[in-house]
């Protein structure tokens, strides 16, 4: 359904130091710097996945995804959406897609959320059947009913948010762009937006390809994750085997009765202990979890048992480290 | 055509929304126009050999000038526009498909009309009761009235298709400002807005008359005020839409290659 292949691009960036000098000083004398914003990114999507493109700022996900929707020329490379080439084809790629920028309002300022909705109606020639029950969907999913009559300045970030995914999807789309969709939502209303992506993928088979920071989005949601770093694609696959690869331990936590026994077993690291609880980190590779939780069960006589696995963050901290990006 | 059509009404009813500033703009072109007829009228007063334009026609002109400002004007412009290129909120525009060219022509024309509508009429109607010879009058026959209606529609399209110029070339320039000033000052003095067309100095005068310029408002004032006879008229109308042709291809072409090369900048 998407396929890319070998994208390059590269921007010029004008250089100068702060300060009155300097800014003479590139009048006559110009510096650019070239920067490398993508470096052969090759991937393949199919209908109905959500993937996950991540990478730390400036890695060249908003380039990504400003190419594939049809609005920045790359240097060289193929890209082949739906049987369309985005940059060569732009508007009956556009057609297929639909695109949230997080940072950025495709809404009308000035009048209610309902005009732009209209005006988008026109835009795309959708029939009167479809846009009607398309938003009828989108005002129960992503609870609009009472903000479509408001104007858009008078609406909260989140709200407008939910109107611009809303917007976004009116002409049934079959893919979905997401630009960190959920920058600046509060925990209520990021839920909101996750719920909601699952929904239209799951019930219109609607592709959906997101950035974000937020890896509890990432859990949420992706399936697949492809992590760029630099402008280089560094890791394609799905978060289990992320977690698999790179998750080599975990933490088990154990409330007991008091007890001042001495305990070791091969394979852990005691993190704390207390006269009532004692806290574990197991290597996966030496010892399993239920072995070290029977161990345990045999010395002491147990109240709780919690175990905690790394969290995603901590993963891609150490992912980021690992590719030194 | 119909997304264009509701794009067109979105931006009218905008327009119209800013009727203060309307009203005070009637009242500058009233005091613009009345200083420039006093000026004038000392000047055909201090000569006694016959000038090229009566000055009773000379002041229909002056009074459709001031009227028909926001369709004569090239630095009459859409800020918005602006910023969408420089602040890179334009890539919502290109996720919609619409020729970009297009869609911004419609919008240009709506914020002129929208602007017209509010204040051509108001000053019309004042000048019209003003006493001869410094009122407006009725055109010298309803047909130069409906050539001059022609010439206008058509000096319309034809400055929306000059200044959308303006806005490709910020692509490059990631700045308005200088290319209004310089189109701006150019097109008020070749298209005669500063001085009249016809009190030239006839260098200067095949100057304008190869521009485009004078095509959008000097042509159907002067059809109006019977300076410009109907053989004439009719003539500046076929150089009207060879302009227009010209100027659209030039700028659907420029934006083409404007958008290969554009940087959407932001994040």
Not at chain 1, 125 to 146: G, R, V, Y
Not at chain 1, 314 to 321: F, N, P, R, S
Not at chain 2, 234 to 241: E, M, P
Request: charged share 15%; aromatic share 12%.
């Amino acid at each position: 359904m998407i396929e890319v292949e070998g994208l390059y691009k590269s921007f010029k960036v004008a250089q100068r130091n702060a300060g009155v000098t300097a800014a003479i000083k590139s009048i006559f004398n110009p510096q650019y710097k070239t920067v490398q914003a993508l470096e052969d990114i090759s991937f393949t999507i199919d209908e109905g996945e959500i993937v996950g493109y991540i990478g730390p700022n400036g890695a060249g996900k908003s380039t990504t995804i400003k190419i594939i929707s049809g609005i920045l020329v790359p240097d060289s490379g193929k890209c082949s959406i739906l049987g369309n080439t985005p940059w060569k084809n732009r508007i009956n790629h556009v057609r297929n897609i639909g695109v949230v920028f997080g940072q950025r309002s495709q809404l009308w300022w000035d009048v209610p959320v309902m005009d732009s909705y209209y005006l988008l109606k026109d835009i795309y020639k959708i029939p009167e059947t479809t846009f009607k029950s398309n938003l009828d969907l989108l005002t129960a999913t992503l609870d609009l009913s009472a903000l479509l009559s408001t104007p858009v300045r008078q609406l909260s970030l989140g709200q407008r948010m939910r109107c611009e995914i809303g917007a976004s999807l009116l002409h049934d789309p079959k893919i979905l762009f997401l630009d960190e969709p959920t920058i600046g939502l509060d925990a209520v209303s990021k839920m909101a937006v996750r719920n909601f992506i699952n929904t239209i993928n799951q019930e219109k088979k609607v592709t959906v390809i997101l950035t974000t920071h937020d890896m509890s989005d990432i859990e949420a949601l992706a399936e697949r994750i492809i992590l760029i770093g630099k402008g280089k694609k560094l890791m394609d696959g799905t978060l289990t085997e992320l977690k698999n690869r790179f998750v080599t331990h975990k933490t088990v936590t154990v409330d007991f009765a008091a007890s001042t026994q001495d305990l070791s077993i091969k394979g852990t690291t005691v993190l704390s202990r207390t006269k009532e609880r004692i806290s574990l980190a197991v290597d996966l590779e030496t010892i399993k979890v239920s072995d070290v939780i029977s161990i345990l069960s045999q010395n002491f006589d147990i109240k709780d048992v919690a175990v905690n696995a790394q969290p995603v963050e901590e993963i891609i901290v150490d992912l980021y480290k690992e590719f030194q990006i | 055509m119909k997304a264009y059509y509701s794009f067109f009404k979105m931006r009218l009813l905008k327009g119209l929304q800013y009727r203060t500033a309307a009203l005070a703009g009637v009242f500058t072109q009233f005091f613009w126009g009345f200083i420039l007829i006093m000026v004038f009228e000392a000047f055909y007063r201090s000569t006694s050999s016959p000038q090229p334009i009566s000055l009773q026609e000379l002041i229909q002109v002056i009074w459709l000038q001031q009227s028909f400002l926001v369709f004569v004007m090239l630095w009459f412009r859409d800020s918005e526009l602006f910023s969408l290129i420089t602040s890179g909120n334009i890539a919502y525009e290109l996720c919609r498909p619409t020729s970009l060219y297009g869609f911004w022509y419609a919008r240009l024309i709506a914020q002129r009309l929208s602007g017209a509508i509010l204040r051509s009429l108001p000053i019309i109607l004042v000048a019209s009761l003003l006493p001869n010879p410094y009122g407006f009058s009725s055109p010298v026959s309803l047909f130069s009235f409906g050539l001059f209606f022609v010439a206008l529609t058509l000096g319309l399209i034809l400055i929306v298709a000059i200044s959308m110029l303006i806005y490709i070339f910020t692509f490059y320039t990631m700045s308005p400002t200088g290319s209004l000033l310089i189109f701006g000052v150019l097109g008020e003095f070749f298209g005669g807005l500063i001085l009249p067309v016809p009190l030239m100095p006839p260098l200067l005068k095949s100057i304008v008359y190869i521009l485009p310029f004078r095509y959008v408002a000097d042509l159907p004032f002067r059809i109006y005020a019977g300076n410009i006879g109907i053989h004439e008229g009719l003539q500046g109308i076929g150089i009207q839409l060879l302009w227009i042709f010209v100027l659209l291809s030039l700028g659907n072409l420029w934006m083409k290659n404007a958008l290969k090369k554009v940087i959407i900048q932001g994040g």
